[in-house]
């Protein structure tokens, strides 16, 4: 009894087995110095150290303490207290004093040996080793009691030596086993081969499909932080057209109230005046002397004519008092057909474009960075190849044309020359006036000129109402609905303007600029809406 509880005390409490190398905390208890940098290991991204068995808590990780004392007394529990030795398996048949495992067996001999009397066993042929795990009756003919020595290749079979001598197998073709054993591992071995084979080729289309998937969830994560930015505002643009009408409503009532306050209070001034004279009228007829009433102004004078002028103002303001002007209301709510449209170019837009821009068709006093993304004015002519395709003033346009979809660009114009910025079939004039951007009905263009801002078409244009204060413009173009837009890059984002057209060549972007550049830069999927 006395040795079980010396044992409990000598249990370490987290593999609960004898101490091996007794380590102690600042704590007290004592652990073996493997288990408990096991669990410090797994402590160490916390950062807070405990104790498994107080929960005490060490602010750095704990020095481990050699418990020399403990580690003695281990050692003598255990050198008195040996454990029991579990000997499986087969075992040798020459070892009768105590259970040795056996590491062969002899076939012939029909014994099993350990490492010692293997050494001294017979080496002749007819004495065939096997592993111990074989038993040996499976390895006897069935028929003559005899080892199992060869394999017969026509019926598969492993036979005996009277077998192939006599019997169902007399004059088959006949192997050795290890010959036989051999000529399987090299089928084997090719087997595996392919197998192999297979398995790298099934493991290079796991990691495709696993690359996909990863690819899969970025672009759904995306999506949806898109979408949610695209509700978002479309939540505050409702909100705020929601404040505009109810302030219109609520502005019209307030002039309208005004003005009826005001026609009440003549009309009330009015009404005592003519009261008065009611009464005096009736003061008259219950006079009883002659004289007196046919002294008073005739009943006709009592009536002034200017005052009916006044009624007959006061019967136009009357007639111009109406009620709300809903026209006014309409056309802010016609507001929400813009927000749907952009709604659905916000779902549907492509990420931006990758334009680049095409140097052959540059005239020579613009300058392209090496990148093809600026286009800069220069004062020196870059006397480049004469091309047809190349404009003669200041325009360039991009490589890249599109025939379909829905894609977006920016650009940031720096300096503050004329500028202009747009889109233009392949088949636009390249020299001449008639060649600039907007002065043909082969290109769109927005345009600054003289701190003046207008949208450019077929030679015509539309000045519009508001200065550019942002330096980076963006162009929308959604092919197929015909529509090509440009935003101001502000905050929000301010829609300037929508050309509508049936767009019947691959559209280009294309840049003119004057004593300054301009940058064509990425932008975001997620972009806001205009106002």
Not at 31 to 49: K, N, P
Not at 422 to 431: A, F, H, L, T, V
Request: net charge negative.
């Amino acid at each position: 009894m006395a040795s079980a509880d010396l044992k409990d005390e000598l249990l370490c409490s987290i593999c609960l087995f004898i101490f091996k190398d007794p380590v102690m905390l600042r704590c007290g208890h004592n652990f073996c110095r493997v288990c408990i940098d096991r669990v410090l290991d797994t402590q160490d991204e916390s950062g807070v150290y405990t104790c498994p068995e107080c929960r005490e808590e060490f602010q750095e990780r704990p020095a481990l303490m050699k418990n020399i004392n403990l580690h003695n007394v281990a050692e003598r529990f255990l050198f008195t207290q040996p454990d029991p030795v579990e000997i499986s398996g087969i075992l040798c048949t020459y070892c009768v004093d105590s259970p040795v495992p056996a590491v062969k067996s002899c076939l012939h001999c029909e014994a099993s040996l350990c490492e010692k009397h293997l050494r001294v066993h017979s080496k002749s042929s007819e004495h065939v080793l096997s592993d111990t795990s074989t038993s040996l009756e499976n390895r006897k003919c069935s028929v003559h009691k005899k080892i199992l020595e060869f394999y017969c290749t026509e019926d598969s079979a492993f036979i005996c030596v009277s077998c192939s001598l006599a019997g169902e197998h007399q004059g088959h073709q006949v192997m050795v086993l290890d010959e036989a054993s051999e000529k399987k591992k090299g089928k084997l071995r090719n087997i595996f081969q392919k197998l192999s084979t297979k398995r790298e080729e099934t493991e290079k289309i796991v990691q495709n499909l696993e690359e996909r998937r990863r690819k899969a969830q970025g672009k759904a994560s995306g999506e949806a932080e898109r979408v949610t930015a695209l509700f978002t505002d479309i939540r505050r643009r409702l909100e705020d057209l929601e404040k505009r009408v109810l302030s219109e409503i609520s502005r019209q009532e307030k002039e309208e109230s005004i003005l009826l306050s005001s026609l009440i209070q003549k009309l009330e001034i009015k009404k005592d005046e003519l009261s008065g004279k009611m009464r005096h009228i009736e003061e008259m007829c219950n006079m009883t002397d002659p004289l007196t009433v046919l002294q008073e102004p005739d009943t006709g004078d009592l009536c002034d004519p200017e005052e009916e002028g006044g009624d007959e103002d006061i019967n136009r303001c009357l007639h111009d008092v109406g009620d709300l002007d809903v026209t006014v209301i309409s056309d802010k709510l016609h507001t929400l057909c813009d927000i749907i449209t952009d709604i659905r170019r916000g779902i549907y837009m492509e990420g931006p474009a990758d334009i680049l821009l095409d140097v052959n068709t540059a005239a020579n006093n613009v300058l392209i960075s090496d990148d093809l993304k600026t286009a800069t004015w220069t004062q020196y002519n870059q006397n480049r190849p004469g091309r047809a395709e190349r404009f003669q003033y200041n325009q360039v346009m991009s490589s890249r044309g599109f025939t379909s979809g829905r894609h977006y660009w920016d650009v940031e114009i720096s300096g503050s020359g004329m500028w202009m910025v747009g889109m233009c079939y392949p088949s636009i004039d390249r020299r001449g006036g008639w060649s600039y951007i907007g002065e043909n009905n082969k290109s769109w263009g927005l345009m600054r000129y003289d701190d003046q801002y207008s949208v450019r078409h077929d030679s015509k244009d539309i000045q519009l109402p508001d200065e550019i204060s942002s330096n980076r413009v963006r162009i929308c173009l959604d092919y197929e609905a015909g529509q090509l837009s440009f935003y101001e890059l502000c905050d929000p984002i301010r829609h300037l303007h929508t050309f509508t057209a049936a767009f019947t060549e691959p559209l280009h972007a294309a840049l003119c600029v004057w004593r300054g550049s301009i940058k064509i830069s990425g932008g975001s999927r997620n972009w806001e809406k205009p106002s």
